[in-house]
């Protein structure tokens, strides 16, 4: 299966920036959507950002403020945060979905990557 590194959380001020990585090994070549998820305190996971047949699908609450970018020579997608609220603090993972080469869909998560934005 598909393997998915992540990085990139910390500590940031609102209004900050902040960039998180996330690096797919495996059978990457069928990977046809990478995304993003949060999780915060006391709330169900949410989908913030996903990438797929070239169109990019962002949560209304980070319209404007995300990007969401899969660089396919390096099997990597970022997320892009900036102006940054208290309230996009939650653990973030990674997601990729794909099919297996006997067609069966499947998917792989990263191991999550912290971010706080508080003052």
């Known amino acids: 299966q598909v393997q998915l590194a992540e990085s990139g959380g910390g500590l940031v001020q609102p209004g900050g920036s902040l960039r998180l990585s996330c690096t797919a090994s495996g059978i990457a070549s069928n990977i046809d959507e990478m995304g993003w998820y949060r999780q915060a305190p006391g709330k169900e996971r949410e989908l913030v950002a996903s990438f797929t047949r070239g169109i990019a699908y962002y949560a209304d609450s980070v319209k404007g403020r995300f990007t969401i970018a899969w660089d396919n020579a390096k099997n990597t997608v970022y997320l892009q945060m900036n102006s940054l609220k208290p309230e996009d603090t939650a653990v973030y993972y990674c997601?990729?979905?794909?099919?297996?080469?006997?067609?069966?869909?499947?998917?792989?998560w990263g191991q999550g990557t912290q971010v706080t934005v508080s003052s």
């Open positions: 997601n990729a979905k794909y099919y297996r080469f006997s067609g069966v869909r499947a998917q792989s």
